[in-house]
Nanobody, 115 residues
Framework: VEVVESGGGSVQAGGSLRLSCTAS????????MAWFRRPPGKDREFVAV????????YYSDSVKDRFTVSRDNSKNTAYLQMNSLKPEDTAVYYC?????????WGNGTLVTVSS
């Protein structure tokens, strides 16, 4: 499975960005899609996940009520809408695709939030 993130960039605090994650494969609708991030000098951390059906979503406490994860199975794409961005949201954001015991990662997209 090939995983490609896009949509990163630079934004001022309080602004918004939408990240996209496109995954190859004919079973996209069976994949759980998750977002992680790695802030500068820190370990990678969980951000959000959406189940294969799209019925359930989970968020880390640090992004809850500001970020929204969604998916469009017709486009093999998941999204992370990020609002009210803070400088501490600065990180490389990674998409993680999970299917059964298998897991695939993209190369990440950089988000920089300036104060």
């Amino acid at each position: 499975v090939e995983v490609v993130e896009s949509g990163g960039g630079s934004v001022q605090a309080g602004g918004s960005l939408r990240l996209s994650c496109t995954a190859s494969g004919q079973t996209f609708s069976s994949y759980h899609m998750a977002w992680f991030r790695r802030p500068p000098g820190k370990d990678r951390e969980f951000v959000a996940v959406i189940t294969w059906s799209g019925d359930s979503t989970y968020y880390s406490d640090s992004v809850k009520d500001r970020f929204t994860v969604s998916r469009d199975n017709s486009k093999n794409t998941a999204y992370l809408q990020m609002n009210s961005l803070k400088p501490e949201d600065t990180a490389v954001y990674y998409c993680n695709v999970r299917y059964g015991s298998a897991s695939w990662w993209g190369n990440g997209t950089l988000v920089t939030v300036s104060s």
